[in-house]
């Protein structure tokens, strides 16, 4: 299976990593329009697709990838939560697959994810000019790994930008509340949700006989979590949760392959961001003079620091008012 892996003409959207026989990651090449990981499960008689990326253009690779890694056609495809770079490549698949998300995921998309496509589409001169605004911005970064990372980005939003007029908003066709199990002939998956962490609802693909979970962005490999739209505390009671699983590899939202030991990262980091601002506050210290602690100085996704402290001091300060 190697060698087909290998025989498999590469995207230039991501890297395929086997996890185990009929498990595998595809691992987001930066700048290239994926932005988030993906997952392929062979189930035996169908195929499970875990996200879809941000274009349709990474999302028809990933189709390819899939159906020649299983030699069957997707049947089924899990959205983990609402963000574009796990759900915007949808319209590929849902010819033939089922796309799955929680009731909370699918509520967000079809209300607040459809006006935020609307308000892109009626006005996408304003979303070129944030955008020209940012290189500027960029030129001027003397910060070489914050430089390469608003580079990606940059790059990534021009070709998010540049599929925005063929994009067919597609929504879950199945959801749950809970727990979803899908038996395949070789494999069993459970899908599961502990309510909001990341965002207001995420789910988790978890292969209780492989000891692998596929997180989404509940888990990060040497990323910054995301915390714009997060519950820090209940993050962190999900991933309390997650820990009781019997897990041994995780296929991260963003990021290589990893272990446990990143899902503990995960949680060192929220705690030490709230910890940090918590301390300003008290301090009556502004949160802009909080810079990035030096474990953190070489991970990616380093432009959503100050938007996490940002984020944990409006938590904060709701809470006392």
């Not at 998956?189 to 596929?214: C, N, R, W």
């Amino acid at each position: 299976m190697i060698n087909q892996i290998e025989t498999f003409t590469e995207s230039k959207h991501f890297r395929i990593k086997r996890v185990t026989e009929g498990v595998y990651a595809t691992v987001s090449v930066p700048g290239t329009g994926s932005v988030g990981n993906a997952a392929i499960i062979n189930l035996g008689n169908s195929t499970l697709v875990v996200d879809t990326f941000t274009t349709i253009e990474a999302a028809q690779d990933l189709y390819e990838a899939a159906e020649f890694l299983t030699g069957n056609s997707v049947s089924y495809v899990v959205n983990t939560h609402w963000h574009s770079d796990h759900t915007t490549g949808n319209q590929v698949f849902s010819q033939n697959a089922q796309i799955i998300s929680t009731t909370t995921t699918r509520h967000i998309m079809n209300t607040f994810g459809r006006e935020r496509l609307s308000q892109q589409l009626s006005n996408p001169e304003a979303i070129y000019k944030a955008i020209d605004e940012f290189e500027e911005k960029m030129q001027l970064e003397t910060n070489e790994h914050l430089k390469n990372e608003m580079k990606g980005e940059i790059a990534s939003n021009r070709e998010y930008m540049k599929m925005l007029p063929n994009l067919v908003y597609t929504l879950p066709t199945i959801t749950f509340d809970q727990q979803m199990t899908i038996h395949g002939s070789d494999r069993t998956v459970q899908l599961i949700t502990y309510g909001g962490g990341h965002t207001q609802s995420d789910t988790f693909v978890y292969l209780p006989d492989e000891k692998i979970a596929v997180m989404g962005d509940l888990v990060l490999s040497k990323h910054h979590p995301v915390m714009i739209h997060a519950n820090p505390k209940e993050w962190l009671n999900i991933l309390d949760r997650v820990e009781q699983l019997d897990i041994e590899t995780i296929i991260p939202g963003h990021g290589e392959v990893c272990s446990m030991e990143e899902l503990y990262g995960v949680r060192t980091y929220i705690k030490k961001i709230m910890g940090m601002v918590e301390e300003a506050v008290q301090n009556k210290r502004p949160i802009d003079e909080i810079l990035v602690p030096g474990e953190y100085q070489e991970w990616n996704l380093s432009t959503y620091f100050n938007a996490n402290l940002k984020k944990v001091y409006e938590l904060i300060t709701e809470k006392e008012d």
